[in-house]
């Protein structure tokens, strides 16, 4: 799905990057550099330090030779010129090291922390929210693989210092020949300045960017994925596709260039101003030394020196450029970072999940609403699922079904109301511990990129070595018979993507249930149309098992199991069976207690599907407590639409 503009809830007390900010990035990433390669972080200093004292030495040197040559003093000058050679000779060295070493740390750092250091931040950020919020999925769109920018950015900062040095020396020396040069410091400050007002606007481009490349990477996406693809191909949308993918990407890049250039306007000026104050100060110069005002040496010192700090302003300025461009990661990479604090912060709950349930779980006036939507999904749900029972959740496309059992998983949190468990609120509980008694299967399942067997026993990760294990959840919901078809058994490669064997859309079902079948003693079964991809009698069997799991598991565990399904046989032998209708409950109780409300939400559902049996000259579904009923395939009869 693609994520939608959040208009709802705000991000969690996010406040706006300052620049001090900056500073403490750069100090963690000094120490995780020092940590990762302490040699290759300490050249970092040592070799602009070197070049700076190279440039400057370089300049004194020659002033040294010439006013020694001047003099008739042959020794000074030949140690003078050997002095300058060696300068010369050290600065480039020193220069193809610098590039040279701090690629490599940079690269180092980068893969090997920061990367993921991102990407674990993410992934195990609690909860589904932030991947269905269009300012996250925005920084997040910026921020994937910009560890190495980030990181390049403090060893520019760095260069920035050590340029910033090199110019105040260099500007002390031009005041020893003549004060007025001082003011070339405001000429080369000009196109700093200019070239940070350039890149701001960059910044800003790339931001209000990040949504249409976004769309343009997700309409490609589209295209070449296998599943949309046959949709795309049958509906012949593939070229009306490519022209919003092209429409996205000129819209992008319509932004971008467009502060491109204004940063190229920004510079230009600031570069013009810097070459009329450096033409300037040569003149004066010239003239100081023409009426006899300083020595050969002092304007070659001066000639030097105004030459050199052209490249040290140069040098500035494109370490600057690259900070201030790498603003453009930096403020997501923060904004990120603060949004998973405060969620985490927010997360709380330490409350160990209880072994067993003793009452079960209480709904307390709960609500919830999506971030980017305007209404609620689920409003003033207020029942109690009483410990050890089998609760059904019906009711049309969009009625909230998924989001109820999305909020019993932790994955959401309610904006009004509580869910208690066993009387502690959900809140309190470890969220950690929480899932752990969880086994749950949801309609969009997993696909995963790995062996069978893998695929299976991330479903309890401890257990992932554990082969006896995976094959009894194999034969718990008999998929013995998918993995004896497979060519390497339970070592099956999975995903033809990936070089492995793509399953059908049943079979992978069926994997996603026998990985939902790994957990041991769960508290809490979720089921959300476990059996949609699957043929009616596999799911009939697949739910006589999960019942019988559900009653063996309330013997134990006292679980309480929350099944999602439209076809009614399956729903018939639940405990409690609960119509949602618009996001609000407006029925509860056991099937034989709806069908008999008269005109009830419920008994007109139920009364479509036994018509519908009748027209195919088939008896309607038995309702009984023991269980679900068995018998042939029955149609899928959907309750109609709000
Ligand atoms: N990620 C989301 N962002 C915004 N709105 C959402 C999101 N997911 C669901 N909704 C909206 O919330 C409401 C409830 O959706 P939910 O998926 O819970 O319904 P459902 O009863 O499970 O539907 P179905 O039977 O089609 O699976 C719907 O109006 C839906 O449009």
Known sequence: MTARRAT???????????????????????????????????????IPAGMAAAVIGGALALRVT??????????????????????GAAGIVLGALDSHTAGILIGK??????????????????????LERSDFQD?????????????????????????????????????????WLLWLLAFAAVPLWFDQRGNNAIIRADL??????????????????????????????????????????DEATRLRLRAQLVAAGWRMAGWLLFTAGFGAALALVVHQATRGAGS???????????????????????????????????????????????????????????????????LDRVGYRYPSATGPALADISVHLPAGSVVALVGEYGSGKTTLVKLLGKLYRPDAGRILV???????????????????????????????????GIGDLPRLPDRERIAAAV????????????????????????????LSEGQWQKTALARAAMRPEPLLFLLDEPTASLDAPSEQEIFDRQMARSRRSAAGTNAVTVIVSHRFSTVTGADLILTLHRGRLVEAGSHRELVAIPGGRYATLYRIQAEAYARKGRRPPESGPGGPNRGSPEPDVRPPGG
């Open 66 to 87: 010439v006013d020694a040559v001047i003099r008739g003093d042959t020794g000074s000058a030949v140690a003078g010129a050997a002095g300058a050679g060696l300068a």
């Open 8 to 46: 709802g809830h705000p991000a969690p007390d996010i406040k706006p990057i300052r620049p001090y900010r900056y500073l403490i990035l750069w100090a963690e990433l000094l120490a995780v550099s020092w940590r990762r390669a302490p040699l290759l972080t300490a050249m970092q200093f040592v």
């Open 208 to 249: 209000s960017a990040a949504e249409p490349i976004r769309r343009q990477r997700h309409l490609f996406d589209l295209a070449t994925d296998p599943a949309g693809g046959k949709e795309i191909r049958i509906a012949g949308a593939g070229a009306e596709l490519a022209r919003r993918q092209a429409a996205a990407w």
């Open 109 to 130: 750092v980068a893969v090997l922390d920061l990367n993921p250091r991102i990407h674990r931040d993410i992934t195990t950020l609690d909860g589904l929210e932030h």
């Open 422 to 456: 066993d009387g502690v609120p959900l809140d309190e509980l470890e969220t950690r511990t929480w899932r752990s008694r969880i086994s749950a299967t949801f309609q969009d399942f997993g696909r995963f990129p790995t062996r069978f067997v893998e695929n299976v």
């Open 475 to 502: 034969r718990e919901v008999d998929a013995t018979g998918l993995v004896d078809r497979l060519p390497d058994g339970l070592d099956t490669e999975l995903d033809a993507a990936f070089g492995g064997v793509d």
């Open 139 to 179: 920084r997040l769109t910026l921020v994937r693989n910009a560890g190495w920018e980030i990181v390049l950015s403090l060893w520019s900062a760095n260069g920035v210092l050590f340029a910033m040095l090199e110019l105040t020396v260099m500007l002390l020396l031009l005041g020893t020949v003549n004060p």
């Open 296 to 362: 050969a040496g002092d304007l070659v010192l001066a000639i030097t020196v105004a030459a050199a700090l052209r490249q040290s302003v140069y040098t500035g300025v494109r370490y600057t450029t690259n900070v201030a461009s790498a603003g453009r990661v930096i403020e997501p990479y923060l904004w990120l970072r603060d949004y998973v604090r405060a969620q985490r912060n927010r997360a709380g709950g330490s409350a160990p999940a209880p072994p067993r349930l003793r009452h079960g779980i209480t």
